[in-house]
């Protein structure tokens, strides 16, 4: 079991920037691919980045490429998303996820975080 906890969301201007921290709370954490994804209000879950576990490969949702960057410690157990040129459709609760496999992480990654909110005001 791999427990995840979010930090880092919070209320911020169109342009603007916003760092959110993911800390895992297993031993061998380091060896899962983690990664994030957001759900706005009424619409689904979207995958937004994922890292594998080595830090060789990062991955980014089209509507993020160029704005955000995912990035690891892995000695810390975290992952971090930072997130600049931020948009008022960037508004959404943001969750960490990882899963040992890199290939289920931009899809069906198997654990999850409670989630941190992002609101992005025009």
């Known amino acids: 079991q791999v427990q995840l906890v979010e930090s880092g969301g919070g209320l911020v201007q169109a342009g603007g920037s916003l760092r959110l921290s993911c800390s895992a709370r297993?031993?061998?954490?380091?060896?899962?691919?983690m990664g994030w994804f957001r759900q706005a209000p009424g619409k689904e879950r979207e995958f937004v980045a994922g890292?594998?576990?080595?830090?060789?490969?990062?991955y980014y949702g089209d509507s993020v490429k160029g704005r955000f960057t995912i990035s690891r410690d892995v000695g810390k157990n975290t992952v971090y998303l930072q997130m600049n040129s931020l948009k008022p459709d960037d508004t959404a609760v943001y969750y960490c996820?990882?899963?040992?496999?890199?290939?289920?992480?931009?899809?069906?990654?198997?654990?999850w975080g409670q989630g941190t909110q992002v609101t992005v005001s025009s």
């Open positions: 297993e031993r061998t954490a380091g060896a899962y691919a």
């Open positions: 996820a990882a899963d040992i496999q890199s290939i289920k992480i931009r899809t069906t990654p198997r654990y």
């Open positions: 890292i594998s576990w080595s830090r060789s490969a990062t």
